[in-house]
């Protein structure tokens, strides 16, 4: 979880894939990338935090989701479409969605995805 290599191919997934959910959820094609705040709410609500120290900032918090979906990603338990296909059920955004609130939503969406894959996880 902390591989700044893993986390740098992760952050590229995560962006991609979010991107693609939320372009599918609204219709249209957004170019959005997630914040850190969103990745660390997500790894701060499943087990996976209790192996990160506890005085993880937002960013290494981010860093560590980013490198766990790069591992399973280069590891072959997950494609880019199942990210994708994990995200859009729960990711209940529209046009008029604050920011803040979208992204408590995405934070969901991106730890009921982990929550999945705990299991495959070393």
């Known amino acids: 979880?902390?591989?700044k290599g893993l986390a740098k191919v992760g952050d590229?997934?995560?962006n991609l894939c979010y991107?693609?959910?939320?372009?599918q959820v609204l219709g249209h094609a957004t170019g959005d990338k997630v914040?850190?705040?969103?990745l660390a709410r997500a790894i701060r609500s499943t087990e996976v935090y209790r192996y990160i120290s506890r005085r993880t900032d937002s960013g290494r918090a981010a860093d560590s989701y980013e490198a766990i979906v790069a591992?399973?990603?280069?590891k072959g338990l997950v494609t880019i479409q199942e990210i994708v296909d994990s995200l859009v059920p729960t990711l209940r955004i529209d046009s008029k969605t604050s920011r803040k609130r979208e992204g408590e939503i995405a934070a969901l969406s991106f730890q009921?995805?982990?929550?999945?894959?705990?299991?495959s996880l070393p």
């Not at 995805?113 to 299991?119: A, S």
């Open 1 to 3: 979880m902390n591989d």
């Open 19 to 23: 991107s693609l959910a939320k372009s």
């Open 112 to 119: 009921n995805f982990l929550e999945q894959y705990i299991e």
């Open 71 to 74: 591992y399973l990603w280069m």
């Open 12 to 14: 590229g997934i995560v």
């Open 35 to 38: 914040r850190d705040s969103v």
